[in-house]
């Protein structure tokens, strides 16, 4: 295992192919962690995180398929939209 000031090294890395000509690419890393990647698409939006007996669950949907966190996407990162940030 890495010590803390460290950069963990990643041990394996898998593609899932998804509809649309999506892949979530998943990255394992030796401290435990694991990064998710979302290839091709819309912004994805973190919309609910949950602990589920020994294990956690993410789930990600694309701002255009109803999403309200979207919102809060194309406000925080939109060019010239006169919005403040």
Same mark, same amino acid.
């Given at each position: 295992? /890495?010590?803390?000031d460290? %950069? #963990?090294v990643?041990? @394996?890395?898998r @593609?899932?192919?998804? *509809?649309? =000509?999506? &892949?979530? %690419?998943? &990255?394992?890393f030796?401290? =435990? *962690?694991?990064?998710?990647?979302?290839? &091709?698409?819309?912004?994805?939006?973190? &919309?609910?995180?949950?602990?589920?007996?020994? +294990?956690?669950?993410?789930?990600?949907?694309p701002? %255009?398929? +109803?999403?309200?966190?979207?919102?809060?996407?194309?406000? $925080?990162?939109? /060019?010239? @939209? +006169? $919005? #403040?940030?």
């Amino acid at each position: 295992m /890495a010590a803390a000031d460290e %950069r #963990p090294v990643e041990i @394996d890395k898998r @593609d899932v192919p998804l *509809s649309g =000509g999506r &892949t979530l %690419r998943v &990255t394992e890393f030796s401290n =435990g *962690s694991i990064r998710l990647a979302v290839k &091709t698409g819309s912004p994805y939006v973190i &919309t609910s995180l949950e602990q589920i007996d020994d +294990g956690a669950v993410v789930k990600i949907s694309p701002g %255009r398929e +109803g999403s309200n966190a979207h919102k809060n996407w194309v406000r $925080d990162h939109g /060019a010239g @939209d +006169g $919005d #403040p940030a």
